[in-house]
Each structure stands twice: as structure tokens, then as C-alpha cells.
């Protein structure tokens, strides 16, 4: 980066342990063509082995940044802080098990911020690489995909089409942070309002990060665990009003949430561990789908026909009310 220019990219890493992930996500780092960035890591590790390592790389990557976290703060805390940190115009989080995927592929995230004068935020396909067997998943939203989020952040509630948050950059704007509050939906919540106030979005169709997938990470310890599921989306829906379960991407979400779980009474609701309101439309949905084989359920067109007939139910009983 030339002397006293501010970077256009800050490269944000939050880190915790793993300091062989972090190497391989800084040579990926240290691989680029474009130079016009800053990195910045947050560590909440125990030990110092990443503060070691990042002392290693700062020849390597002039202008590296490296903050231990003491204590350590919670996972959306790291990211709030390593996002607080930036100069740049725009903010690249990177996930510590993430990586680049080529050598360009900040040039083309570079070359979208320069070209794309009204977005406030970028991302791009991915592949997941399980890292115990390299299983390799490429993920690259359709345009049929991409036009409702345009239309409406909420569809990200259904349908989270960006995926992790290695593969989006956002504009530095230093007014929106991820809630701590979430853990397994907390980058839907930082997506829907970063997009709700700042709308314009550009999606590069290309495989330009590398997601690394390891079931010691935090979130595998949330996925399908009821018990985690249930309440976020359930606080979440209150987060953003409960009205908005008029909402057919909201809907679905908890259609398919209830079938995930197979939950038949307001009961497993509690059990799980949520206490709240309860909308009369997801309790619609809960009785509609106790009285249905779940081999029925299980076929993704007979569900999805489902959800639709109660949905547009519940829309003729709140205009009927009117």
C-alpha cells in the first residue's frame, strides 16, 4: 500500500486458535495481485501462537494490524472489533478457516467496488472444502436468486443465498455491527439490515473464496440443534416486528423450521428453550403439520405446495379480520 493513501480494501480477520488456518488464509492473502489493502486481525485465543505468527508476516504484509482480545469477546464481538479497526473503504471480512481461491480474486472484488459506484456491498460464489477429506461444494446463487434479495433483504430469512460472510465485502459505513445477541442466524440479521438500509448490491458470479468446513467450528455445534435453531429464529423474527410472518420468505423459514424439527405442539417450542409470543400463524403451521405423514413432508414439492396453501390461507383469515 503506498505511504499515507488509505487502503480501498481492509482485509478483517477474526481469529480463535487454529493458527494453521490463519497461515494458510494469510499466504492466500500474501498471494494476491492486488495490494491495495490493510489486514487486520482481532485474536481471541488463549495462547500466543497467532501473535507470533502474525509478527512473522508483517514483511510480508506491510501494514498488518494484530489486536489481542483480553479478554477474549464473544464470536460477533471479534468481528465488531476487527470491523471497528478499518480504514478502507470497503470491509473483507475473512473467516480464519477461509481463504482466496486465486490469486485475483481481490483484484475482482477491487475491480467491482471501482466499477460499481452505487453498491454498498459485493460478494461472490464460494466453494466449501470439507477439510477432513477435501470434499470440494461449489455455491453460486442463480440471478433467479439474487432478484428477490434486490427486492426484499427479508428473502434472506428463508434462503441465505450469500452464505458465509468470507465471501461478502460491504462499505466501511461504521453504523452496523453483528449482534451478539445470535449466533446461528447472526449473519442473516448483519445481511438483512445492512441491505435494508444500504440496498444496492452487486454479485460477481465466480468462485473467489475458499470456505473452509470443520465440525469443530462453532456453528456446526448450532446446526440442527433445536435448542439453538428454534430461539434465534424465533428472536429474530421479534427482532424485525412479529407482523412480519406476512412475510412469505419469513414464512417459509418457519414452515421448513418446524418440519426440520418435526415439531408437533407449542410444547417442543418451550422445550427448546424459547418463551415468547408465539404467532397464531406458526402455531397455523404447527397444527397443519402434525397431521401429515413425514414421508409426505420429507418430498420437497408436496412441502413446498403446503406452505403455500397455508400460506395463502393465513393471508385470506388477517384480510378477512380487516
Not at 489486536?67 to 471480512?93: L, Q, R, S, Y
Amino acid at each position: 500500500m503506498p505511504e499515507n493513501k488509505l487502503p480501498l480494501i481492509s482485509v478483517c480477520v477474526p481469529t480463535y486458535n487454529k493458527v494453521n488456518y490463519v497461515e494458510r488464509l494469510l499466504d492466500s492473502i500474501d498471494a494476491q495481485s492486488y495490494k491495495n489493502i490493510e489486514v487486520l486481525i482481532a485474536d481471541n485465543s488463549e495462547g500466543e501462537a497467532i501473535a507470533v505468527l502474525a509478527e512473522k508476516y508483517k514483511d510480508l504484509l506491510p501494514g498488518l494490524i494484530y489486536k489481542k482480545n483480553d479478554p477474549p469477546v464473544g464470536m460477533a464481538e471479534n468481528h465488531n472489533e476487527v470491523t471497528k479497526m478499518a480504514k478502507g473503504d470497503w470491509v473483507k471480512i475473512m473467516h480464519s478457516d477461509d481463504w482466496f481461491a486465486h490469486p485475483a480474486s481481490l483484484q475482482i472484488f477491487a475491480d467491482a467496488a471501482l466499477l460499481q459506484n452505487e453498491a454498498f456491498f459485493i460478494f461472490s460464489g464460494c466453494t466449501e472444502i470439507a477439510l477432513d477429506n477435501f470434499k470440494q461444494t461449489p455455491h453460486i446463487p442463480t440471478n433467479e436468486q439474487i432478484i428477490p434479495l434486490q427486492d426484499d433483504p427479508l428473502f434472506l430469512f428463508n434462503h441465505n443465498i450469500i452464505g458465509h460472510p468470507s465471501t461478502m465485502m460491504h462499505k466501511n459505513t461504521k453504523d452496523i455491527f453483528y449482534d451478539p445477541d445470535f449466533k446461528w442466524v447472526v449473519d442473516i440479521d448483519f445481511y438483512m439490515r445492512f441491505l435494508m438500509k444500504y440496498k444496492k448490491i452487486h454479485f460477481i458470479g465466480q468462485s473467489l473464496i475458499n470456505i473452509g468446513i470443520d465440525n469443530s467450528q462453532e456453528s456446526a455445534s448450532c446446526y440442527k440443534n433445536p435448542a439453538v435453531e428454534i430461539p434465534e429464529y424465533f428472536n429474530l423474527l421479534n427482532k424485525y416486528s412479529p407482523e412480519k410472518i406476512d412475510n412469505i420468505s419469513v414464512f417459509h423459514a418457519f414452515w421448513k423450521l418446524m418440519k426440520k424439527f418435526a415439531v408437533r405442539s407449542h410444547d417442543q417450542i418451550r422445550a427448546a428453550g424459547y418463551n415468547g409470543n408465539i404467532p397464531p400463524a406458526i402455531l397455523d403451521i404447527v397444527n397443519i403439520q402434525k397431521n401429515i405423514p413425514r414421508i409426505l413432508m420429507k418430498q420437497t414439492a408436496i412441502s413446498d405446495y403446503l406452505m403455500k396453501k397455508c400460506f395463502s390461507r393465513f393471508i385470506q383469515k388477517a384480510l378477512n379480520r380487516k
